[in-house]
Nanobody
Framework: QVQLVESGGGLVQAGGSLRLSCAAS????????MGWFRQAPGKEREFVAA????????YYADSVKGRFTISRDNAKNTVYLQMNSLKPEDTALYYC????????????????????WGQGTQVTVSS
């Protein structure tokens, strides 16, 4: 069993930055794939970014590429999402998720293959 707790959300003006954190429980964190999704009101949950167990091969949705950076610190059982140049359309509830195996990007870009989820942290970007 893995538990995930997100933090770092808040209200920021367009063009600003936030860094989200996701603390994970469990001794096998360092072997897991970690990811971020987000869900805006009335919309489906969408993929944001993923990173493999070693911190390599980060993958991003086109909508955040060049603005967001995913990273992890296995010694701290924590994954981060640095969000720069925020836009109002980035407003959403951001979820941390984890799964055991790295799969095809098309597969991991959907919510269903991910095994564990956090409760989410709200990010609101004002114009």
């Amino acid at each position: 069993q893995v538990q995930l707790v997100e933090s770092g959300g808040g209200l920021v003006q367009a063009g600003g930055s936030l860094r989200l954190s996701c603390a994970a429980s469990g001794r096998t964190f360092s072997t897991y794939v970690m990811g971020w999704f987000r869900q805006a009101p009335g919309k489906e949950r969408e993929f944001v970014a993923a990173i493999n167990w070693s911190g390599g091969n980060p993958y991003y949705a086109d909508s955040v590429k060049g603005r967001f950076t995913i990273s992890r610190d296995n010694a701290k059982n924590t994954v981060y999402l640095q969000m720069n140049s925020l836009k109002p359309e980035d407003t959403a509830l951001y979820y941390c998720a984890t799964k055991r195996i790295w799969e095809r990007i098309a597969t991991m870009s959907t919510p269903s293959p991910w095994d564990y989820w956090g409760q989410g942290t709200q990010v609101t970007v004002s114009s």
